[in-house]
């Protein structure tokens, strides 16, 4: 792997409670992205970062925030969690904007699980 | 905005036997197309990828691609399928141009190797 560590690895939660994700890397990789992934459904984008503090949107985002403080650390956080939040989620970094130079490098991932 | 298809969420094949994974894509700009493999409990890694040039593509492990614009397609092969192929396989579309633009991934297709 690039360098990405996401942790925890496995995670049970019951609806209602707050989690966090955390995504590390050690690549100094500029971009940044959470995925989740689903039966049926492939992989899809729920945020993005393309710098310190700089992040947005992507195909999922309801439900889910994200924050980027230091270069090396991506959070992505579900404030309250619910049942169709159960997935297995992935962190993966880019070193350049366009994936034509940089493709997308990913985690191991996180397997949540709310009950 | 781009999209991709993936014909088949299950392939199965004898060992030795040829390797023949769909994928169609949809985009407004010339796409840049990757493919994906991932193991049980791993992330994804990149098995190939086409940007610009040579419409034939080849990749890790043996497997290779053809970009074909007039078909929208980018199927993946392998002459001689190995017990070790056996993975879920995602087809992955990306825009050209700048931008934090991610990738947009395919349901998936697992690869079912029988002996």
Not at chain 2, 54 to 70: M, Q
């Amino acid at each position: 792997d690039a360098g990405i560590t996401q942790s925890p690895r496995h995670k049970v939660t019951e609806t209602g409670t707050p989690v966090t994700l955390r995504c590390h890397q050690t690549e100094n990789h500029r971009y940044m992205y959470w995925y989740r992934q689903d039966p049926g459904h492939g992989l899809r984008l729920i945020h993005y970062s393309y710098g310190v503090k700089d992040t947005d949107k992507g195909e999922v985002s309801d439900g889910y925030s994200v924050s980027r403080s230091k270069t090396e650390d991506f959070l992505l956080t579900l404030e309250s969690a619910t049942s169709s939040q159960t997935s297995v989620y992935f962190c993966a970094i880019s070193g350049q904007a366009s994936s034509y130079n940089s493709p997308l490098h990913f985690g191991n991932g996180t397997r949540l699980t709310v009950t | 905005a781009q999209s991709v298809t993936q014909l088949g969420s299950h392939v199965s094949v004898s060992e030795g036997a040829l390797v023949l994974l769909r994928c169609n894509y949809s985009s407004s700009v010339p796409p840049y197309l990757f493919w994906y493999v991932q193991y049980p409990n791993q992330g994804l890694q990149l098995l190939l990828k086409y940007t610009t040039g040579a419409t034939l593509v080849k990749g890790i492990n043996g497997f290779e691609a053809e970009f074909k614009k007039s078909e929208t397609s980018f199927h993946l092969t392998k002459p001689s399928a190995h017990m070790s192929d056996a993975a879920e396989y995602f087809c992955a579309v990306s825009v050209s141009g700048g931008g934090a633009d991610g990738l947009t991934f395919g349901k998936g297709t697992h690869l079912i190797i029988q002996p």
